[in-house]
């Protein structure tokens, strides 16, 4: 199955959401990514639940949703409601894992944890089972257009094999610095989902990008 394709939207141009998710359909992408940071986890502020909805209204694309935020526990059903399909929490801000894990998916939507550069895989040992998504983070969080973080592939690897020995089958993300350059091999390590801002919306043209990272991404 070929992986999906998710453009983060961080660094396009949001004047017109109906019209990105117009091209974003056209183009091929399979999901959008849709960063939400507090300036209080990491240094940059984006926007929070009336964009979502904004881009719910705009698309039926799924809406994967990146919590980049502290007590993100507190606005689940928010997010939910509002129209994320996949709901990411960081590991480094969840004091019960367990609990807010399982209110994503009661709240209807999928559940994913994110693990920054720092954060070894192994920290995911007792908690794995209640995650649809793992989101391995290759730059550190905050902004767009960093480079990759090649240490990332081991811990594709290493993911792997703790699902496999748990019997678990995660859909393992990659994001930060994904693009062309990257793309096949990431694929082919065993990432499921890539999310890809600055290669599509800084390119020239951003649909020939699309269709160039949907090739690279079949296995
Ligand atoms: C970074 C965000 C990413 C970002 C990726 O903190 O989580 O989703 O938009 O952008 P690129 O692909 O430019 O690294
Ligand atoms: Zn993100």
């Known amino acids: 199955m070929a992986a999906v394709l998710a453009p983060s939207i961080l660094s396009a141009d949001l004047s017109d959401i109906r019209g990105l998710c117009q091209n974003l359909e056209q183009w091929g992408a399979d999901a959008i990514h849709l960063d939400v940071m507090d300036g209080v986890f990491v240094p940059n502020f984006t926007f929070g639940i009336s964009i979502v909805r904004a881009f719910r209204q705009a698309t ?9 935020m502290v007590h993100p526990e507190k606005y689940i059903d928010s997010f939910v409601a509002a129209g994320a399909d996949i709901l990411t929490v960081h590991y480094e801000v969840s004091p019960h894992l367990h609990r807010t894990l399982t209110r994503i ?17 192994h920290a995911l040992e007792a908690s794995l089972q209640w995650a649809d998504l793992v989101l391995l983070m290759s730059v550190s969080p905050g902004f767009g257009g960093q480079a990759f973080i090649p240490e990332t592939f081991e811990k594709i690897r290493r993911l792997r094999q703790l699902a496999e020995q748990k019997h678990l089958d995660p859909i393992i993300a990659v994001d930060g610095g994904v693009g062309p350059h990257n793309a096949e091999a ?22 020939a990008v699309v269709q ?8």
């Not at 160039?212 to 296995?219: D, E, H, T």
């Open 186 to 207: 990431l694929t082919q390590a065993g990432a499921r989902l890539l999310v890809v801002g600055n290669a599509i919306f800084k390119a020239e043209q951003p649909a």
């Open 105 to 121: 998916r009661q709240a209807g939507a999928r559940a994913g944890v994110a693990l920054n550069p720092h954060t070894p895989v």
């Open 212 to 219: 160039q990272l949907k090739q690279s991404m079949q296995r």
């Open 60 to 68: 039926s694309l799924p809406l994967d949703v990146h919590l980049m």
